[in-house]
């Protein structure tokens, strides 16, 4: 279940390897507000909090509409919804998201703050299996560190992040562990998508597409492209 300030929606389904996968989500996040550049780091308001059953990242100066940067996961007890939300609100955020696995009591999700809204799907598959053919018209390719300015760019529109995001973003290629792709149509940048590979397992994230290019199925290739990556570096299961 995901539950936040204003919102509330359903995920992360009970699964026998269910540890695991919360675990790539939380180190994805860690890593990526760990490790990007200071400069950039700071201009977000970025940082990760990592303790007493919670892993919450926060995106203190972007936007209210910044809410997939404003996520984080708690273990579902009364005490962890209250001090993340604590956490989350004396940092000036006022929209963000909780996920958990053991649903609370609408008396918590109430001392919190919390409401419900909309339902939000995970899901898994295993990396073997057939996969829809690329299309000939749409070249995926990894991006290069130093080279994501038009992947920053197209994910901070499409997810309404704000331009102070956009230089953090571009650091995604060089923090450990995540990969970030760009699709190319008529030789122009037309969508994006990134993985982080961790013990077997492979995370996506960060899926755009540019206004122009929507509804030509740049993210089904984009998905099949990594799907392939993560299994040619031996990764059994991709989670969303």
Not at 213 to 235: N, P, T, Y
């Amino acid at each position: 279940m995901t539950y936040g300030s204003r919102v509330i929606s359903r995920s992360l389904p009970a699964q026998p390897d269910l540890a695991a996968e919360a675990t790539i989500m939380h180190d994805a996040l860690s890593a990526l507000h760990l490790c990007g550049d200071k400069g950039a780091v700071d201009a977000a308001g970025a940082e990760c909090v990592r303790r007493d059953g919670m892993c919450l990242r926060i995106a203190a100066k972007l936007p209210d509409t910044a809410v997939v940067l404003n996520h984080g996961f708690v273990d579902g007890g009364e005490d962890s919804f209250l001090q993340a939300a604590g956490i989350y609100r004396r940092s000036g955020v006022r929209r963000f998201f909780l996920s958990t696995v053991i649903a609370p009591e609408a008396v918590v999700l109430d001392r919190a703050g919390l409401v419900a809204a909309r339902g939000w799907r995970k899901f898994r598959r295993p990396a073997k299996g057939p996969l829809p053919p690329l299309s000939k018209n749409t070249i995926v390719q990894e991006v290069e560190p130093g080279a994501a300015q038009d992947f920053a760019r197209i994910v901070s529109d499409a997810f309404d992040l704000g331009l102070s995001s956009r230089p953090w973003l571009a650091t995604l290629p060089e923090v450990p562990g995540w990969h970030a792709f760009q699709a190319w149509e008529d030789g122009e940048v037309a969508g994006t998508g990134a993985l982080y590979i961790q013990d077997g397992y492979a995370w996506t994230d960060f899926g755009a597409t540019r206004p122009e290019s929507r509804g030509r199925g740049i993210q089904k290739a984009m998905l099949a492209h990594r799907i392939r990556f993560a299994r040619s570096l031996g990764c059994h299961t991709v989670l969303t």
